[in-house]
Structure formats: C-alpha cells, structure tokens
C-alpha cells in the first residue's frame, strides 16, 4: 500500500515540476502579427490537474485490488490510468464546443438584427461586442472573447472572410466550417448577404435542434451503460465481501489471474464500444 501511494505522489509531484515549468504562449501585440492569429485556448487549472491525478490514481487502486489483490498492481494501475487524462480533456473540449456553437447560433441572430439596421459585418460584429460588453452578467463568454479577438483582427486590416475561416478552422466543427463558407461564397459573388445568413442560420439552427433532440433520447441508453460498466466491479468486490472462498483460485492461481486479465481487457473492449455508439459527433 505505501509503495502505490508512494507511486501516485511522485507522479503528481512530477507533473506539477512539469506543469509549472510548461511554456506560456502569449499574445504578442496586434501590431507585430502578420496573419491572423488564433484564438487562446483556456487552459486547465493546476488544483484540476492534481484533483484529476488523485482520482484516477485512486481508481487504479480500486482496480488492481479487485481485479488481482495485489499491491503491485495497484501501483501500476494507479499509474497506467494517468492516461485517462487525455479522454477527460477530449471530453472536456468536446463540452466546449458545444457551449461555443451554441453561443455561435446565438451571436447569428445578434447578427441579423444588427444587419438590418444598414450596417456591415465588420461594423455589426463590433457592435454587438460593445453590447456584450456592456452586460455584466453575460451569457456567451466564449463568444465574447472570439469576438474581442475579432475585432483586434479587423482593426489591422484583415477581411471578414480571412477571419472567419480561421475561426472555422480552428474550432473544427462542420456546422461552423458550412456557415463560413455559405458567407464567403455570397460576398463573393456579390448575392444578398443578409439574407443568405438569415437562411444559413435557421438551417444550422434546426440541425442543431435535431442533434439535441437525438441526445434526448439516447440519454436514457448511456445512463443505462454507465450503471452496465459499474457491475463487474460491484459484483467482484460483494464477491469478495461475502464469499472469498469461492473467488479465491482467480487470484491465487496463474491461470485464475490469466481469466481475470482476460475479463478485464473484455470489460475495457465492451466499454469502448458502448461508449462510442452512444457518442453523437457535431
């Protein structure tokens, strides 16, 4: 036991010495860029990072002692599960995303309406930034920092559609990427902007709709697969509490630990497979 909790505190250790000597990228100053810039991604907390740490370290624990009951396996689950990090932060982006598209279809109708009143896209985003500004409690974060940056964008010179292809670009969502290019195309062509974004963004509006009506549904079924992927463990561990006897061979015998090994690597498959057929890609 203390060899794993002395495994576990030299890897936050280790990463902390990593995290706090991480590069810092920084924005230069708007008047030294020569093409447009990205937008800086938020970047996780160091309490977040070493919360994640100890709960994946104590998950390892519970694997490796319930799966083998063995003190070096719990050590190195504590530290093979340090890689779950990665699909927290994909989640995690994925979540941002979302929250970002959302507050995307929102600035739109923002949009529109700043369109009617004659004014261009460079003047109607600027427009409503100064009107986010103004709300203390506002309701798109996100959207009002890409906006800011926005805004730093034209003010050296750079067109509407430079900017918003970087922006596509770097949030990589197809809803975003279709709108940028249904803009590029009509102020290219010279057709009617207002009302080609008026179109494009109830269109992108009801597939969105449609995409939250599908993870309605499906809610139920990945509850349902959360609870499946607790039970093995549940079972293994009431196993162990109740009746040791009849579980022993599987953890002190070669190929009792072989079947464990096996189990759990079907347990890993099975919960790959779930967790991707319940995943709704934007």
């Given at each position: 036991m203390?060899?794993?909790?002395?495994?576990?505190?030299?890897?936050?250790?280790?990463?902390?010495?990593?995290?706090?000597?991480?590069?810092?990228s920084?924005?230069?100053k708007?008047?030294?860029r020569t093409?447009?810039?990205k937008i800086?991604?938020d970047r996780?907390s160091l309490?977040?990072s070493i919360?994640?740490?100890i709960v994946?370290?104590?998950?390892?624990?519970?694997v490796?002692w319930?799966f083998?009951k063995s003190?070096l396996?719990?050590g190195v689950?504590s530290?093979v599960?340090?890689?779950?990090?990665k699909?927290?932060?994909k989640n995690?982006?994925l979540?941002?995303n979302?929250q970002?598209?959302?507050?995307?279809m929102e600035i739109?109708?923002?949009?529109?309406?700043?369109?009617?009143?004659?004014?261009?896209?460079?003047?109607?985003?600027?427009?409503?930034?100064v009107?986010l500004?103004?709300?203390s409690?506002?309701q798109?974060?996100?959207m009002r920092?890409?906006l800011?940056?926005?805004c730093e964008?034209?003010d050296i010179?750079?067109?509407?559609?430079?900017v918003?292809?970087?922006?596509?670009k770097?949030?990589g969502n197809?809803?975003?990427d279709?709108?940028?290019?249904?803009?590029?195309a009509t102020?290219?062509?010279?057709g009617?902007?207002?009302?080609?974004i008026?179109?494009t963004?109830r269109?992108l509006r009801d597939?969105?709709?449609?995409?939250?009506?599908?993870?309605?549904?499906?809610?139920e079924k990945r509850?349902e697969?959360?609870?499946?992927?607790?039970m093995?463990f549940?079972?293994?561990l009431l196993?162990?509490?109740?009746?040791?006897e009849f579980i022993a061979?599987l953890?002190?015998?070669?190929?009792?630990r072989?079947m464990?090994?096996a189990t759990?690597l079907?347990f890993?498959?099975c919960?790959?497979?779930?967790d991707?057929?319940?995943r709704?890609e934007?």
């Open positions: 203390l060899i794993s909790i002395g495994i576990i505190t030299s890897g936050i250790c280790v990463y902390c010495v990593f995290w706090i000597l991480r590069p810092r920084g924005h230069s708007v008047k030294k093409k447009p810039f800086s991604k996780v309490f977040e919360l994640l740490s994946l370290g104590v998950c390892g624990l519970a490796g319930i083998y003190f396996m719990m689950f530290v599960l340090q890689l779950g990090r699909s927290y932060y995690k982006r979540r941002k979302e970002n598209l959302d507050e995307f739109n109708r923002m949009l529109i309406a700043e369109l009617y009143s004659g004014k261009s896209l460079e003047q109607a985003y600027q427009a409503i930034l009107n500004n103004k709300d409690n506002c798109y974060p996100l920092k890409t800011t940056v926005w964008q034209f010179g750079w067109s509407v559609e430079e918003l292809r970087a922006f596509a770097e949030s197809q809803v975003i279709q709108f940028v290019v249904m803009i590029s102020k290219k062509h010279g009617n902007l207002l009302e080609v008026d179109l963004n269109v597939k969105r709709q449609m995409q939250r009506d599908i993870e309605v549904i499906i809610s509850l697969q959360k609870l499946l992927s607790l093995p549940g079972m293994l196993m162990q509490l109740t009746a040791y061979p953890y002190e015998s070669v190929s009792g072989l464990m090994t759990l079907l890993i498959g919960y790959i497979w779930s991707r057929m319940t709704i934007a």
